[in-house]
């Protein structure tokens, strides 16, 4: 009987230690955080060749550059900081904006990419032959990752897995939900395929009208709220051109001035952004 005591508080124990070490990811589970995110970003914007690590290197290099060129210009250390501080975050701008724009106008494409799929159906293709004859008959702008899907096929035979290498290249929420429905299909089979997808494209036509109606109507706070960050940064720019402003901002409380003037431009112009700009759609099936 202690034996077998001894036993279960040695097991209780061993759980207990095993409970605070994370369990190995398994087949088909994909790490989540900053990495990833960024990875998918720049997929989006047409830069999958870039990693995240490039991506940093890229903005600290930014930072260094144009605040040494900001102090030659104004020797005030903490103008050439601020210079920095948004120079650094520059790089990142420019890609999440690029990201933004490719998945707005690809937005506008599915619904064209789901009638392709279910005419391919209706004539007669099988699945992959369906998703594959987007590589050409497609819309142009998403091509390419499709005809990669048909040489992928073509090579291993392996549907599933060519779907997965999909995703990773479109990296669209759009695309995964698509590309989910199309596995289920296959694995579950059944006859409503024609009926999903004509459904499905109804859905997408209706969520693309209704973002466009909202998008257009709050694009002036954007506008605004890009202004209103630009203004006052212009304005030190010019101030800067006279040596007694250059003489008030090379002390303490110029310097608090200046930081505190950077901090509230970066909170208000997120608010600002975060009111007016719908969700993106998240990659719930990745």
Same mark, same amino acid.
């Given at each position: 009987?202690?034996?077998?005591?001894?036993?279960?508080?040695?097991?209780?124990?061993?759980?207990?230690?095993?409970?605070?070490?994370?369990?190995?990811?398994?087949?088909?589970?994909?790490?989540?955080?900053?990495?990833?995110?960024?990875?998918?970003?720049?997929?989006?914007?047409?830069?999958?060749?870039?990693?995240?690590?490039?991506?940093?290197?890229?903005?600290?290099?930014?930072?260094?550059?144009?605040?040494?060129?900001?102090?030659?210009?104004?020797?005030?250390?903490?103008?050439?900081?601020?210079?920095?501080?948004?120079?650094?975050?520059?790089?990142?701008?420019?890609?999440?904006?690029?990201?933004?724009?490719?998945?707005?106008?690809?937005?506008?494409?599915?619904?064209?990419?789901?009638?392709?799929?279910?005419?391919?159906?209706?004539?007669?293709?099988?699945?992959?032959?369906?998703?594959?004859?987007?590589?050409?008959?497609?819309?142009?702008?998403?091509?390419?990752?499709?005809?990669?899907?048909?040489?992928? *096929?073509?090579?291993?035979?392996?549907?599933?897995?060519?779907?997965?290498?999909?995703?990773?290249?479109?990296?669209?929420?759009?695309?995964?939900?698509?590309?989910?429905?199309?596995?289920?299909?296959?694995?579950?089979?059944?006859?409503?395929?024609?009926?999903?997808?004509?459904?499905?494209?109804?859905?997408?036509?209706?969520?693309?009208?209704?973002?466009?109606?909202?998008?257009?109507?709050?694009?002036?706070?954007? *506008?605004?709220?890009?202004?209103?960050?630009?203004?006052?940064?212009?304005?030190?720019?010019?101030?800067?051109?006279?040596?007694?402003?250059?003489?008030? *901002?090379?002390?303490?409380?110029?310097?608090?001035?200046?930081?505190?003037?950077?901090?509230?431009?970066?909170?208000? *112009?997120?608010?600002?952004?975060?009111?007016?700009?719908?969700?993106?759609?998240?990659?719930?099936?990745?």
């Amino acid at each position: 009987m202690g034996v077998v005591v001894g036993l279960l508080l040695g097991a209780g124990l061993a759980c207990v230690w095993w409970s605070w070490w994370p369990l190995a990811r398994g087949h088909g589970q994909r790490p989540d955080g900053w990495t990833v995110r960024t990875r998918d970003t720049l997929t989006q914007a047409g830069v999958s060749a870039v990693t995240p690590g490039a991506l940093i290197g890229v903005s600290a290099l930014a930072s260094l550059l144009v605040a040494a060129l900001a102090f030659l210009v104004v020797p005030v250390p903490v103008v050439a900081l601020c210079a920095g501080a948004f120079a650094a975050a520059a790089p990142s701008a420019l890609v999440r904006g690029r990201a933004r724009r490719r998945l707005a106008a690809a937005r506008g494409l599915w619904p064209d990419v789901v009638d392709h799929l279910a005419s391919g159906v209706r004539a007669g293709l099988s699945l992959p032959e369906a998703v594959a004859q987007l590589g050409d008959r497609g819309p142009a702008e998403l091509r390419p990752p499709f005809r990669a899907f048909a040489e992928d *096929y073509r090579a291993t035979g392996r549907f599933v897995d060519s779907l997965d290498v999909l995703k990773d290249r479109l990296a669209d929420p759009v695309a995964d939900r698509i590309i989910e429905a199309l596995r289920l299909t296959r694995d579950v089979g059944g006859t409503d395929l024609g009926r999903l997808l004509r459904t499905l494209s109804t859905f997408l036509r209706e969520d693309l009208r209704t973002r466009g109606e909202i998008e257009a109507r709050q694009s002036w706070t954007v *506008y605004a709220a890009r202004l209103a960050v630009a203004a006052p940064w212009v304005v030190l720019a010019m101030l800067a051109t006279r040596p007694e402003a250059i003489r008030a *901002y090379d002390s303490t409380a110029g310097a608090v001035v200046l930081v505190t003037g950077a901090v509230c431009t970066v909170v208000a *112009y997120r608010v600002m952004l975060r009111v007016a700009r719908l969700p993106d759609d998240p990659r719930v099936l990745r």
